[in-house]
């Protein structure tokens, strides 16, 4: 079933929609958000939170991107859910990914306070300068927290160049929030 035929049920109000996405991307989404909260139960939980909130959110929204839809949602949950278990503390991946990004945040404690849609733009604009490959690359690491290991393997690739891939982009990303008046 493609993504229109599965918006649809959700748009008719069909419960198979919810047996549909499953069908086609409950592996996807449970993955995701094992990555993050690195246990079964709770990345199914976070998985049936997300097509409960899909079941809520269409209608009215109509998403042009099914699966980037379903992973945000999912990704919240998950993220939701390690914050409530680890309050202070964080789970080791989500500590490093956090450290090779922690060069490129705006600071905080800046005057110019951005708004999280407004740095969402910014990165949409970075992320649309990249080639497609790179885009793939950093996206897959920092946002479904994909190993560096299960990145190189997926596209055929070793993971020192993957390394150096993501360090240059993390450079270039640096670079663009400084050039947009961001400052790092």
Request: charged content about 30%; hydrophobic content about 35%; glycine content about 4%.
């Amino acid at each position: 079933m493609t993504d229109i035929q599965i918006i649809e049920l959700y748009w008719n109000r069909n419960e198979d929609a919810i047996k549909e996405t499953d069908m086609v991307y409950g592996r996807k989404l449970h993955t995701l958000a094992d990555r993050i909260v690195q246990n079964f139960e709770d990345a199914q939980e976070c998985v049936s939170d997300t097509y409960l909130k899909t079941w809520d959110t269409i209608p009215p929204k109509r998403p042009e991107y099914f699966f980037a839809y379903l992973a945000k949602i999912c990704r919240n949950f998950a993220l939701g859910v390690l914050d409530f278990k680890s309050a202070a503390k964080r789970k080791g991946e989500v500590v490093s990914l956090t450290a090779e990004l922690e060069t490129c945040i705006p600071d905080p404690q800046h005057e110019r306070k951005l708004e999280g849609e407004e740095l969402g733009e910014v990165l949409n604009r970075f992320l649309e300068s990249l080639s497609y490959d790179n885009r793939v690359i950093f996206l897959r690491r920092y946002y479904y927290i994909c190993s560096v290991r299960d990145i190189a393997k997926s596209l055929g690739l070793s993971e020192s160049n993957v390394s150096v891939i993501l360090h240059r982009t993390r450079v270039k990303f640096k670079e663009y929030l400084q050039k947009e008046g961001i400052s790092v």
